[in-house]
Each structure stands twice: as structure tokens, then as C-alpha cells.
């Protein structure tokens, strides 16, 4: 048996905690530099809002109807996403974290009522954290996945289903009959894993509904769609086809890409940019115990500007693979040295870390630039650093080709709506005055 426990419109209800003015006023979060539409409350879909629609095409909507736009603040979410997880976790003795509001839980052995263990564990998260959730159980993952799909159809819109699978929806717990009227109530391009090109192919061939799809061959689906979607209708059957990824494989690649709130000219801000994007990059490596063997810079103008367009990238070989972020921070910065055009508005760089392996692979050959005496291991150091950044924040440490201890950083991204960082900065706490 499997549980999905899921926030819902994350980005929305953290906000939402720390001024409860904003509920029952629609809400949107903004991507990157504002730009599109990425979470939306009830009361914003209910006026047509699309995820992912541009901010200026709804703008308006501010002064017509009193939609509120916030910038996202991903270091607030991330850390009430910590503290969910954490209460989630009680559900059942193993637990994926699957996305920064989504949980599987694995419920093997968890004996007595599952909805109303459940239903403690949401009421629970609700009380201490303020995010509302639903929980979908179910005996594969792809079932748990819909039954929470479910519980959430079913608290927002009333009669879409019976009323006592809002919030919680346990399809383990439901009598085949009833089972069979939910699926054929259901869409088809709400299962997880089908996709929307898919999606569409599947309602032409006169699949519309999850239990259209249930119901097909095996074999048949295999031959067309392949062997992912054979997996999918076997799960909806109640086969279990997709595990518990209790330690997600390393990474092949790992990257950190970010489109500037304005244009960059100076060579100066961009060696700043792809030194912090090295360093974040770096301390994605290194949770994952991983050396980087070879580092890609780009950089690129915007095509929707007016200008002398260029784009460009360059890979950076390194004489050791290593997680060292100053080293790493070192060879993005050669590496933007070297493509840096001038007479350019640049609107975007990144920063790729290339030809990963295990950080306990030892390459022996003789390294001439190190000084006699000094240490070629610098683990120790990097997890000082880690440690003290996750403790009081990231960026708390940091090297110093970054930037952060000077002024305003010229390529910074636009985030002009957001809120304090309520629990990670200590300048942001609330204040109770009598």
C-alpha cells in the first residue's frame, strides 16, 4: 500500500500562512524575474487562470478584481517543505520525497484504519505548519497518485465525487462497483504518466477515460506506446510496476541556469553569476558524494530583444575531477572569460557540471601545482561549509568571486513582489507588539 500526501497550491498556501489576509483573495506565484504563472489558489483558477500563463496578460486582473501577484520565494517554501515532510513521514515507516510538496509514503505493515491515521497526520500538518493537504492511498503508486488527484477534485468541487473521498481518498478501502464509477468519472490525461501528446493520441484512438485505459491490451499498448505506458495500465490494474526510491540514482549532470532580472553587459557581473552557479551546482554534487571531471559555461542574448544577438558555451576540462566549489567557481569563470563578447545585453548564463563519478575514485597522477605540505583533500572543508550554510542559511559562506558580500549584484533576478523569508532570515521574523 502506498500514500501520496501532496500541499495544496504549495507556493500559495505557504504565503497564506504568514498573512492570512490573503485567504480567499486570489493568488498567483510568479516564476523567475516574474514572469509566468507557476501556482495559483482556487480562487485564481476559478477566474481562468492557466499554469504557466504570462504575468502581463493577467495583470490586469490586479485592478479589476484584486488578484494579488508574489514573486517566489524559494527559500521560504523550501524550508516549510522540510517540516512537512518531516510530519509526513509519520504516516508510514518509508517515505520518497518526490517533490518539493509531494511524498510517497510507503504503508506496508501499518495496521487499523489508514484514512483516519491519515487524516491525523493532514490535521496535524495543517495545525503546526498552516499548508493544507490530501492523501490518496492506493496498492500501486500510479493508483495513490489518482486517488489524490481525487481527494482534491472532491474537496474544491462537490459533486464531482462522493463527498467522503475529499481529502482523503483510499482507493484500497473502495468496493469494486464504486471503484469502477471514480475511473470512468475520470479523465484520462489525469493519470500520471500520460502526457499530453500521449494524452491526445489516446483520446483519438477513443480512450478518454481512466478506465478506458485500464481495460486496454496489454500487448496492444506495448506495441504502440511502449513499454512506460504498459507499466502505467498495469499499475491502474493494481500491479505494482514502480517501487519506493528510498536513494534516487547520482545524477549524470548537474546544472544551475538563470535568466537575469535585467540585461548584462559588463564581463565583471557575469563572472559573478556563473561563480554562484558553480557554487550552488557544487553543493549538488557533493550530496550526492559525486567529483566533477569537466565544467560547460553559456551564455546567451535574448532573441526577444532588439541587438546584436550571440550565444555561446565552452567546456572547461579540469586537471582532477573534484566538488571543490572555488575550484569549480574558478573554471566557470575562465570559462566566461573566454566567450564574453562585448557590445552584447546578455540575458542568460549557466554553469554544467559535466563527467560526474564517485568522489572516492582516485586519479594518481602527479599535480605540479600543488605545493609540498598542502592538503589535496578538501572534503573536510566543503562539508564545514555545508554544514554551516544549512544551518544559517545559504550563501552564509560563500566564495568570494560571487559577489554577495558587496553591493546589489547587477544580475540578480527581478523578484519585486516578494515576501520576507519569514523562518530562515532573522531580520524577517515577525514581530508580535503589544
Not at 78 to 98: F, K, N
Not at 168 to 175: D, E, R, S
Request: proline share 5%; aromatic share 6%; with cysteine.
Amino acid at each position: 500500500m502506498f500514500a501520496l500526501i501532496d500541499g495544496n497550491n504549495f507556493y500559495v498556501s505557504c504565503e497564506r500562512v504568514f498573512r492570512p489576509s490573503l485567504n480567499g483573495v486570489p493568488v498567483v506565484v510568479l516564476s523567475n524575474n516574474d514572469g509566468c504563472c507557476v501556482a495559483r489558489s482556487n480562487e485564481a483558477k476559478d477566474l481562468g487562470i492557466k499554469m504557466g500563463q504570462p504575468w502581463f496578460e493577467v495583470k490586469h486582473l490586479e485592478r479589476i478584481v484584486g488578484l494579488v501577484g508574489l514573486s517566489a520565494n524559494f527559500v521560504l517554501y523550501g524550508d516549510i517543505s522540510d517540516r512537512m515532510m518531516s510530519i509526513a513521514a509519520g504516516l508510514g515507516p518509508t517515505q520518497e520525497v518526490y517533490s518539493i510538496d509531494e511524498s510517497f509514503i510507503g504503508m506496508d505493515g501499518v495496521r487499523g484504519d489508514l484514512v483516519r491515521r491519515a487524516r491525523t497526520v493532514r490535521e496535524r500538518i495543517l495545525q503546526w505548519i498552516g499548508i493544507p493537504t490530501c492523501v490518496g492511498m492506493a496498492p500501486t503508486k500510479t493508483l495513490a497518485k489518482l486517488a489524490n488527484h481525487v481527494a482534491k477534485t472532491a474537496e474544491r468541487k462537490p459533486g464531482s465525487y462522493p463527498a467522503e473521498l475529499a481529502q482523503v481518498c483510499n482507493f484500497g478501502a473502495l468496493p469494486a462497483a464504486e471503484l469502477e464509477a471514480v475511473f470512468k468519472a475520470t479523465e484520462v490525461n489525469e493519470v500520471w504518466g500520460v502526457g499530453r501528446r500521449i494524452g491526445r493520441q489516446l483520446v483519438d484512438a477513443g480512450v478518454t477515460t481512466v478506465w478506458d485505459l485500464a481495460n486496454l491490451d496489454v500487448a496492444a499498448v506495448r506495441g504502440r506506446w511502449g513499454v512506460v505506458l504498459e507499466r502505467t495500465v498495469r499499475e491502474l490494474r493494481g500491479q505494482t510496476c514502480i517501487g519506493l526510491d528510498d536513494a534516487p540514482e547520482p545524477k549524470q549532470q548537474i546544472a544551475c541556469t538563470r535568466s537575469f532580472g535585467r540585461p548584462v553587459s559588463a564581463l565583471a557581473p557575469l563572472e559573478q553569476a556563473v561563480s554562484e552557479f558553480a557554487s550552488r551546482a557544487a553543493e549538488k554534487l557533493r550530496s550526492q558524494r559525486g567529483a566533477a571531471a569537466s565544467v560547460l559555461v553559456f551564455v546567451r542574448t535574448s532573441p526577444f530583444r532588439q541587438g546584436p544577438q550571440y550565444s555561446r558555451s565552452i567546456v572547461v576540462p579540469l586537471r582532477r575531477p573534484t566538488a571543490d566549489s572555488r575550484l569549480l567557481g574558478t573554471a566557470a569563470i575562465d570559462g566566461m572569460r573566454a566567450i564574453w563578447r562585448e557590445g552584447h545585453d546578455f540575458a542568460k548564463a549557466g554553469v554544467m557540471l559535466l563527467d560526474l563519478e564517485d568522489e572516492d575514485r582516485c586519479q594518481g597522477e602527479l599535480d605540479l601545482d600543488v605545493q609540498e605540505g598542502s592538503s589535496r583533500d578538501t572534503r573536510r572543508l566543503m562539508a564545514a561549509v555545508d554544514a554551516v550554510n544549512g544551518r544559517f542559511g545559504k550563501g552564509m559562506i560563500h566564495v568570494g568571486s560571487t559577489g554577495q558580500s558587496g553591493p546589489p549584484r547587477a544580475w540578480g533576478m527581478r523578484q519585486e513582489r516578494r515576501t520576507p523569508q519569514y523562518t530562515t532570515q532573522w531580520s524577517d521574523v515577525p514581530v508580535a507588539r503589544a
